[in-house]
Structure formats: structure tokens, C-alpha cells
């Protein structure tokens, strides 16, 4: 009998990749990848263990899909990903549903864990967190036929004091530009046209490989592949921001002009006790050069309140940051107090009802920053790649260059006849807060 198997992914998009990979390798050892839970005689829970919520929806997903031995098919539920690299005693001390383990460095040993899980034993395989990316490495994407992520390098060297990634994913592992190119390549011939490159610190690409910023070489290589129409970078560090990438996304005409630059703060006090690169002041001339070298660009950044001793004028200043710089897009966490991360040990712990009603207070400020933004691109006409189609309003839905997959807001597409997955050129006429509307323009 072929073993049922179902991949639950949890978390960002970089999990999804693991997922995909697992996927790939299950596939190719002829089991039959199924997408309803009640049929899987094997689950594999891909966890997140980024914050707080992420860990209880990885433990309460775990415990769901361990029910599925009484009520449903189930022989075997395996562990993967983030939660298990971070807490595999606790996990395997405390939850006897699950059957097997494999950590973040470990996904390519996926069929070894389950063949073991099925025989009644209880596999675990927690090594070194890294994951060696290759483009031989079998992959079922799940994203729709024209997008796809691609991991350009894994962990991370910056040692926030906030952050976890390093305990769970360890240290900066670029892949080689070869991989990189190759894969895209691969994903290309199968119809993608929209690659998001994706890494815990895309802009620090190629240090520790070739001694050098590779990102700029790397953004323009992917970009010549043929079939690829957009190249839109994720997670960009601020402190290694360079005047040549800089230089790359305002010239090169298929990386998309968007940058996803997470700040976390604007107060120089907390930056520091963070230790995040840099100060206010350089943050404000970076995003001043990147708006006079790319006006057209949309910056998103994501800030977390309630850090350690954030006082209320820290607060107050942070809202007038956020007021003064007008990002396109912003997202805000409330800090989160994570085992075994020196933020942890700090004084002056920020009540959470105090750290929500902060979060909530930026996005407040937020949703009238991107109203305004929005309303700038009315009158534009822009590339808008189409992704689906709502016959009861009879609009396509697409996404701009300035929009990520999942993250971003939408564009209303009417007054034509599309086709999904391709590139429609659009004028915009209308602004909703985080959405466009426009008309195909013949």
C-alpha cells in the first residue's frame, strides 16, 4: 500500500520552500502527496518558532493533527522545522503524538525519518541548523504557476538580541550563484515570471562565499533568465544597503522597485540595546537616497513596540518617525520575550496590553499613510500581473510590482479580457487604503 503523505506548512515563506523540498523528495520516493488531512496516513508539521503565537499555532497543530489517528488514517505524525530545531526535549518529553523528528539542517532525510516512523520506531535528527541548498534538490512548488520563492542564503550573523533565527537556523550560509541561477532557470521553463529571492539577510548575499556584496551581481544575473519578468528581493538588512544595490534596482527594469526592509525602531536607544545597525539619522539619509534614486519605489519596513524599556516618548517619537518617513507599507509586532535571546534578560519588560495598544496605534497611523500613498498612483499606468478573476463583480485581481504575494495589497482590474498569470498594463483610478483599481488600458 503507498503511504498517504500531507506537508502542513506554518510560518513565513522560507518554511514554504522546506515544505516544498520535503514535498519534492516524498514524491520522488512514490509516495502520494495528498492535500486532505483525513486521508494522510503520514503528516509531516513544517513549525514556526519565531515568536510566542507562532509556537502555540505549532503546538495546537500538532495536537490537531494528532487526532487524526483516532478519528481518521493517521499512522505516523513527524515534526519538522524551526520548533523542533529550538525545543526537540521539550517536544519529545512532553508530546508523545508526535512520532518522529527532523530539524531546520536536516529536511533532505525526510524519507529516512518517515520509512523509520513506520516501523514503530521514534526517529530523531537534529544536527547542525544550516540547510545546504542545492538545485538538484527535488521541489513541488505550491505557490500559483507564475511565482515562486527562491532561499538565496540561510541563518543569519546579526545577532539582534531580539531574535531567535540564529538558535534555530544558525549561522549566514550564502548559496552559490550558480545554485541560485540554475533553480530560477528550472522554475522559469516551468512558467514562473515572478521570482521573490528570499533570505534572513538578503543584502549580506555573498560574504561569506566570495568575500564580497554579491547581491547587486546576483539580482542581475537572475534577471537574465529567460521567462523571468519580475525580481523582487526580500528581508534587506539596512546596515549593508550599498549604493550599488541601490544603483541595480533603479536601473535594472525587471527587479521589481520595491524594498522590504525591516527597521524595527527609530529610537537610537533601543536600536542599540537591539543592536541594529546604524541610528536614526542613517535611516533617514538611506531612505532619502533610495527615494532620490528610485522615486517610484515602495519601501515597506516592520517596526516591534514594546521593546524592553521603550518609554512613552519613545513611543510618541516613534509614531512621528513613522508619520515623518511615510513608508508604502509597514508592519508592526509587539515585542515578544523569546528563551535564550539577551532581550529576554532586560529590565523593563513592557506590559503586553501596553505593547498591543501600541501596535495597534502605528497601524492606526499606517492605514492613513497608505491611503495617501496609494492615492499617488492614480493616474499611473502600470504593469499589473493578473492572479485571479471575480466573476460575481466580473474585476481580474492582480498584483503590481509595488504589492508582494500574500503581503501587500491587490489591484482591481475591469474593462478587458484577461488571462491569468500574465502581465496586463493598467491605469489606476482609484486608491483604497491598501488596494488600487484601474482600467486595462487597450
Same mark, same amino acid.
Request: glycine share 6%; aromatic share 8%.
Given at each position: 500500500?503507498?503511504?498517504?503523505?500531507?506537508?502542513?506548512?506554518?510560518?513565513?515563506?522560507?518554511?514554504?520552500?522546506? @515544505?516544498?523540498?520535503?514535498?519534492?523528495?516524498? /514524491?520522488?520516493?512514490?509516495?502520494?502527496?495528498?492535500? +486532505?488531512?483525513?486521508?494522510?496516513?503520514? %503528516?509531516?508539521? $513544517?513549525?514556526?518558532?519565531? &515568536?510566542?503565537?507562532?509556537?502555540?499555532? *505549532?503546538?495546537?497543530?500538532?495536537?490537531?493533527?494528532?487526532?487524526?489517528?483516532?478519528?481518521?488514517?493517521?499512522?505516523?505524525? %513527524?515534526?519538522?522545522?524551526?520548533?523542533?530545531?529550538?525545543? !526537540?526535549?521539550?517536544?519529545?518529553?512532553?508530546?508523545?503524538?508526535?512520532?518522529?523528528?527532523?530539524?531546520?539542517?536536516?529536511?533532505?532525510?525526510?524519507?529516512?525519518?518517515?520509512?523509520?516512523?513506520?516501523?514503530?520506531?521514534?526517529?530523531?535528527?537534529?544536527?547542525?541548523?544550516?540547510? +545546504?541548498?542545492?538545485?538538484?534538490?527535488?521541489?513541488?512548488?505550491?505557490?500559483?504557476? #507564475?511565482?515562486?520563492?527562491?532561499? &538565496?542564503?540561510?541563518?543569519?550573523? $546579526?545577532?539582534?538580541?531580539?531574535?531567535?533565527?540564529?538558535?534555530?537556523?544558525?549561522?549566514?550560509? =550564502?548559496?552559490?550563484?550558480? *545554485?541560485?541561477?540554475?533553480?530560477?532557470?528550472?522554475?522559469?521553463?516551468?512558467?514562473?515570471?515572478?521570482?521573490?529571492?528570499?533570505?534572513?539577510?538578503?543584502?549580506?548575499?555573498?560574504?561569506?562565499?566570495?568575500? =564580497?556584496?554579491?547581491?547587486?551581481?546576483?539580482?542581475?544575473?537572475? @534577471?537574465?533568465?529567460?521567462?523571468?519578468?519580475?525580481?523582487?528581493?526580500?528581508?534587506?538588512?539596512?546596515?549593508?544597503?550599498?549604493?550599488?544595490? &541601490?544603483?541595480?534596482?533603479?536601473?535594472?527594469?525587471?527587479?521589481?522597485?520595491?524594498?522590504?526592509?525591516?527597521?524595527? /525602531?527609530?529610537?537610537?536607544?533601543?536600536?542599540?540595546?537591539?543592536?541594529?545597525?546604524?541610528?536614526? !539619522?542613517?535611516?533617514?539619509?538611506?531612505?532619502?537616497?533610495?527615494?532620490?534614486? %528610485?522615486?517610484?519605489?515602495?519601501?515597506?519596513?516592520?517596526?516591534?513596540?514594546?521593546?524592553?524599556?521603550?518609554?512613552?516618548?519613545?513611543?510618541? +517619537?516613534?509614531?512621528?518617525?513613522?508619520?515623518?518617513?511615510?513608508?508604502?507599507?509597514?508592519?508592526?509586532?509587539? #515585542?515578544?520575550?523569546?528563551?535564550?535571546?539577551?532581550?529576554?534578560?532586560?529590565?523593563?519588560?513592557?506590559?503586553?496590553?501596553?505593547?498591543?495598544?501600541?501596535?495597534?496605534?502605528?497601524?492606526? %497611523?499606517?492605514?492613513?499613510?497608505? $491611503?495617501?500613498?496609494?492615492?499617488?498612483?492614480?493616474?499611473?499606468?502600470?504593469?499589473?500581473?493578473?492572479?485571479?478573476?471575480?466573476?460575481? @463583480?466580473?474585476? #481580474?485581481?492582480?498584483?503590481?510590482?509595488?504589492?508582494?504575494?500574500?503581503?501587500?495589497?491587490?489591484?482591481?482590474? @475591469?474593462?478587458?479580457?484577461?488571462?491569468?498569470?500574465?502581465?496586463?498594463?493598467?491605469?489606476?483610478? /482609484?486608491?483604497?487604503?491598501?488596494?488600487?483599481?484601474?482600467?486595462?488600458?487597450?
Amino acid at each position: 500500500m503507498t503511504e498517504k503523505v500531507k506537508v502542513v506548512t506554518l510560518g513565513c515563506e522560507k518554511n514554504m520552500v522546506d @515544505s516544498e523540498i520535503m514535498a519534492g523528495l516524498i /514524491h520522488g520516493r512514490g509516495f502520494q502527496l495528498v492535500d +486532505n488531512k483525513e486521508d494522510a496516513t503520514v %503528516i509531516i508539521v $513544517n513549525t514556526c518558532g519565531f &515568536i510566542d503565537a507562532a509556537k502555540e499555532e *505549532s503546538v495546537n497543530t500538532i495536537l490537531d493533527m494528532a487526532e487524526l489517528k483516532e478519528t481518521a488514517n493517521l499512522k505516523a505524525l %513527524i515534526v519538522s522545522g524551526c520548533l523542533t530545531q529550538r525545543y !526537540k526535549k521539550q517536544l519529545l518529553d512532553e508530546m508523545p503524538e508526535i512520532d518522529g523528528i527532523v530539524g531546520t539542517g536536516d529536511f533532505d532525510k525526510i524519507n529516512d525519518i518517515v520509512d523509520e516512523a513506520l516501523r514503530g520506531k521514534r526517529p530523531v535528527l537534529v544536527g547542525n541548523p544550516v540547510f +545546504n541548498y542545492d538545485a538538484d534538490l527535488p521541489r513541488l512548488v505550491t505557490t500559483p504557476r #507564475y511565482t515562486a520563492y527562491v532561499k &538565496i542564503a540561510e541563518g543569519c550573523d $546579526n545577532a539582534c538580541t531580539f531574535c531567535s533565527i540564529p538558535i534555530m537556523r544558525g549561522s549566514f550560509k =550564502s548559496r552559490s550563484m550558480e *545554485s541560485i541561477v540554475a533553480e530560477v532557470a528550472n522554475l522559469a521553463s516551468q512558467g514562473v515570471k515572478e521570482i521573490s529571492l528570499i533570505a534572513q539577510d538578503s543584502t549580506n548575499y555573498g560574504t561569506d562565499l566570495y568575500d =564580497s556584496f554579491m547581491l547587486p551581481t546576483l539580482l542581475n544575473k537572475v @534577471s537574465e533568465v529567460e521567462g523571468i519578468e519580475w525580481v523582487r528581493l526580500h528581508y534587506a538588512y539596512p546596515g549593508f544597503f550599498s549604493d550599488e544595490l &541601490i544603483e541595480v534596482m533603479a536601473t535594472n527594469p525587471k527587479v521589481c522597485k520595491y524594498i522590504d526592509m525591516p527597521l524595527q /525602531h527609530s529610537e537610537d536607544s533601543i536600536l542599540k540595546r537591539m543592536r541594529r545597525p546604524g541610528r536614526q !539619522k542613517d535611516t533617514r539619509e538611506l531612505v532619502r537616497k533610495i527615494r532620490e534614486s %528610485i522615486p517610484d519605489v515602495a519601501l515597506r519596513t516592520s517596526l516591534i513596540v514594546g521593546f524592553p524599556g521603550e518609554t512613552e516618548e519613545d513611543f510618541e +517619537n516613534l509614531k512621528q518617525f513613522v508619520r515623518d518617513v511615510q513608508f508604502d507599507r509597514l508592519g508592526v509586532f509587539a #515585542y515578544s520575550k523569546e528563551d535564550d535571546t539577551p532581550a529576554a534578560r532586560l529590565p523593563n519588560q513592557v506590559p503586553d496590553d501596553v505593547k498591543e495598544y501600541r501596535a495597534n496605534a502605528i497601524m492606526e %497611523i499606517q492605514r492613513e499613510i497608505s $491611503n495617501i500613498r496609494g492615492g499617488r498612483r492614480i493616474g499611473q499606468e502600470i504593469d499589473v500581473l493578473i492572479e485571479r478573476y471575480d466573476g460575481r @463583480s466580473d474585476v #481580474y485581481i492582480g498584483r503590481s510590482q509595488f504589492d508582494a504575494p500574500e503581503i501587500d495589497g491587490e489591484v482591481f482590474v @475591469s474593462n478587458g479580457k484577461l488571462t491569468i498569470g500574465e502581465l496586463a498594463k493598467v491605469r489606476i483610478t /482609484h486608491s483604497y487604503e491598501f488596494d488600487l483599481s484601474g482600467e486595462v488600458i487597450a
